[in-house]
C-alpha cells in the first residue's frame, strides 16, 4: 500500500510541483483504483473496493478532506482541479479512475474536465475512466421513455457543462485508446442526502397533478453500478442510471416527509413555482422524463439492493 503523505498542503503553484516531487522520491504510485471527486459516492465506491482487497487512491484539495479521507483508510494525494499545474504528474498511469467532481458553477463548459485532460502526460494515463454525468443531458422529455439513443438536448446550464464534461473526455479517451464510461445518473438519494431541511422549513413543492415524472437511485446502488461498469463497462459505453421505476418529485418529496415524521409540503401550481422556487430547484421539478435503465441491469449485470422508492426509504430512514 502507497505510505501516507505527509502534511503539506498545496499552497501555490512552486509548493504543488515541490509537493508531487516529493512523493515521488517516497515512491509513491498509484493504487488500483484512484477517485477524483471522492465525496459521498466516492466514499462509497472506495467501501466497496477496499472491501475487496484493493487500495483506493483520492484527490484531495484541502487538508480537512484528506483527514476525512485517510480516517476511512484512502491513501490521498493533493490536487485542485480549477489549478491546471497542481494536476501534472498525478498518480494515475495504468489504474482505473471514477471522475465524480461536479463542473465548476456558470457558464456552459466544464472547464475543470478540460484542465484534468489537459494535464495528464501520454505516460500517465488511466487504463479506464467512468464518469458520473446527469440525465438532465437529454432535457425535458415531456414524460416519454428515455433509452441510451436518445438525442441530448440538455436545456439548463447545468445540464450543459456536464454535456461538455462528456464530449470532451469520450474525445480525449477515443485519442489515447482509453475506454471511458458514462454514467447518466437520474435523482440519487439515501443517507444524508433527503430533503429533510427543505421540508422541514416549509417549502413548497409541485402540484401532484402538475408534476413532472422522473426516476431516483439509491447512493448504495449508485456505487454498486460504478464498481461493475469499471469491471464490464467497455469503451463508448453510455448507461441510464436508475432503478426503473417513475415517479414524481412530489411523490418523493412526500414520501420522505412521512417516513421523517414531518408534515407534508405544500403543493403549488407550475406558475406559483417559478415566482417562488430558485431557478436550480425549479430545472429539477419541472422537466419530465422516464428512464429506462434495461442496458444497465443487462449489461453491468447489477442486482439492485433498492429496487423502489418504499424499500430505500426502509433501509435509510429509522421509523420515527
Not at 439513443?149 to 464530449?167: F, W
Not at 442496458?295 to 449485470?301: A, N, P, T
Request: aromatic share 6%.
Amino acid at each position: 500500500m502507497a505510505p501516507s503523505p505527509p502534511r503539506l498542503w498545496i499552497r501555490d503553484n512552486l509548493a504543488q510541483f515541490l509537493f508531487k516531487n516529493f512523493l515521488e522520491t517516497l515512491g509513491m504510485e498509484s493504487g488500483t483504483y484512484f477517485i477524483i471527486g471522492c465525496g459521498d459516492i466516492g466514499r462509497r465506491v472506495a467501501a466497496l473496493i477496499k472491501a475487496r482487497g484493493s487500495s483506493v487512491t483520492a484527490l484531495v484539495r484541502s487538508e480537512e478532506s484528506g483527514e476525512v479521507l485517510c480516517t476511512l483508510g484512502i491513501n490521498i494525494v493533493a490536487g485542485d482541479l480549477d489549478k491546471p499545474l497542481s494536476l501534472v504528474g498525478l498518480p494515475l498511469k495504468g489504474a482505473t479512475l471514477f471522475y465524480f467532481a461536479p463542473p465548476p458553477g456558470g457558464g456552459i463548459i466544464d472547464s475543470r474536465m478540460r484542465n484534468f485532460c489537459e494535464a495528464l502526460a501520454a505516460g500517465d494515463v488511466p487504463s479506464k475512466v467512468v464518469y458520473i454525468s446527469t440525465s438532465g443531458v437529454y432535457g425535458d422529455c415531456g414524460g416519454k421513455v428515455v433509452t441510451e439513443e436518445t438525442p441530448v438536448h440538455p436545456q439548463t446550464t447545468r445540464a450543459k457543462r456536464r454535456l461538455d464534461a462528456e464530449t470532451v473526455l469520450l474525445g480525449w479517451g477515443g485519442a489515447r485508446n482509453i475506454p471511458i464510461v458514462i454514467l447518466r445518473v437520474t435523482g440519487i438519494y439515501g443517507p444524508g442526502r433527503f430533503p429533510i431541511r427543505y421540508i422541514a422549513e416549509g417549502q413548497p413543492v409541485i402540484c401532484e397533478s402538475e408534476a413532472p415524472l422522473t426516476n431516483r437511485i439509491h447512493a448504495d446502488d449508485l456505487a454498486s453500478v460504478c464498481v461493475a461498469a469499471a469491471e464490464r463497462g467497455i469503451a463508448g459505453d453510455i448507461f441510464n442510471v436508475s432503478d426503473g421505476q417513475v415517479g414524481s418529485m412530489t411523490e418523493y418529496f412526500c414520501a420522505v416527509a412521512d417516513a421523517v415524521g414531518l408534515p407534508r409540503p405544500r403543493q403549488i401550481s407550475v406558475p406559483e413555482a417559478r415566482h417562488v422556487m430558485s431557478p436550480l430547484m425549479l430545472s429539477y421539478v419541472t422537466e419530465s422524463r422516464q428512464m429506462d435503465n434495461r442496458k444497465m441491469l443487462e449489461r453491468l449485470g447489477v442486482k439492485l439492493h433498492y429496487p423502489n422508492l418504499a424499500s430505500g426509504l426502509r433501509g435509510s430512514i429509522e421509523p420515527q
